[in-house]
């Protein structure tokens, strides 16, 4: 990434400070904005490789930004933009279902971006390379994976990696939050996430008794594995249905409070991702569109049952840029 240009842009001096460092680690030239109006100067000096913004107050206060944004893209539609916020999500979630152009979010409950975060996620977009566990993990770590293929061998996968978490020594309720998420993640992988060749869901509406057994074109994956600071799960699906409009509508009631979070409706998305995201420190989900879908689910294995509580949690949306797969002299910008 050496040489890339990164605009970087929060009205938190330690946050800036913190990206500062970390993005330069990269090899990257970066800028950092300390208010709107020099916000406004940089993003008129022409074209940055990444922008990450921060969109709490007070851009989240002057509607005007979300179009200042938008005519941007037009313009230079070849630069990656992350928007990273501390506020309630209903305050930004919906731009992501309402703005094509908008399609990488970061939120945290309570602190800035971590350093490993924001190099994370500007490798991420600056190499177009969204996929893989392995980026969230220390350097050399390699997940072991199992094919889901089968409903009535979902214990069997569960087993698998509650097995692998208590060889790492993992307590008993440690233990418990990674059968809660594998259970979760390999439901959806059989039953919500196949698709007909119409784009329909093709097993959603069947009842969770009700046997399923994948075909080859439809086996999707679980991957786990262990850095000695998180335990990470992931599960990898060749379909890509999860969309901008399903993201923020199950994140919604993953975050905002109140009867909404949780819903009865075919499929039980609604209900298994609130489970899910209520056990972990990170929540990252990766979609190509029509492709592949990743969610990966990162539990911190450093801080005690009460201080996990009481952690602030993250989740990371990325939705692939198809103008990444073009030759060079066919992109834009």
């Known amino acids: 990434m050496r040489g890339k240009r990164i605009l970087f842009f929060d009205p938190d001096s330690r946050a800036r400070r913190v990206a500062e ?10 800028k950092s904005a ?16 990444l922008m990450m913004l921060s969109f ?8 005007s930004w979300v179009e200042r944004l938008s005519t941007y893209e037009t313009r230079w539609p070849r630069t990656k933009m992350v928007l990273h916020s501390t506020e309630p999500t209903e305050d930004y979630l ?24 924001l190099i994370i996620t500007a490798e991420k977009l600056l190499r177009g390379d969204l996929f893989g566990l392995q980026k969230y993990l220390l350097w050399g770590v390699e997940p072991y994976r199992v094919a889901i ?56 509406r ?24 998180y335990i990470a799960i992931a599960q990898i699906d060749p379909f890509g249905a ?11 009631r993953c975050l905002v409070k109140g009867p909404e979070q949780l819903s009865d409706a075919s499929g039980g998305a609604g209900i298994g991702l609130y489970r899910v995201f209520q056990s972990l420190s990170k929540f ?9 879908t990743e969610v990966i689910c990162l539990l911190d294995l450093r801080l005690t049952m009460k201080r996990f509580r009481q952690s602030p949690k993250s989740f990371h949306i990325f939705i692939h840029d198809r103008n990444d797969d073009l030759p060079d002299e066919q992109k834009g910008g």
């Open 21 to 30: 460092r970390a993005l330069a680690a990269t090899g990257s030239v970066v």
């Open 34 to 49: 300390v208010d709107t109006e020099d916000l406004n100067r940089l993003l008129d000096e022409g074209s940055w490789d």
């Open 56 to 63: 709490d107050p007070p851009l989240r206060d002057d509607p």
């Open 94 to 117: 919906p731009l992501l279902a309402t703005r094509p152009w908008l399609r990488n979010i970061i939120a945290k409950n309570e602190d800035p971006l971590e350093p490993d975060e």
């Open 149 to 204: 293929r089968d409903s009535r061998l979902k214990q069997d996968y569960i087993h698998e990696v509650a097995t692998y978490a208590m060889t790492l020594g993992c307590n008993e309720r440690v233990v418990e939050l990674v059968e809660t998420i594998a259970d979760e993640l390999i439901t959806n992988a059989i039953y919500n996430a196949p698709r007909t060749d119409d784009g329909e869901p093709k097993y959603a």
């Open 206 to 229: 069947r009842s969770r008794r009700e046997p399923v057994e994948l075909a080859e074109d439809e086996v999707g994956y679980l991957e786990f594995a262990c850095d000695g600071d």
């Open 242 to 252: 999860l969309t901008q409009d399903t993201v923020v509508s199950y994140l919604n």
């Open 284 to 292: 990252i989900i990766n979609v190509d569109p029509g492709q592949r």
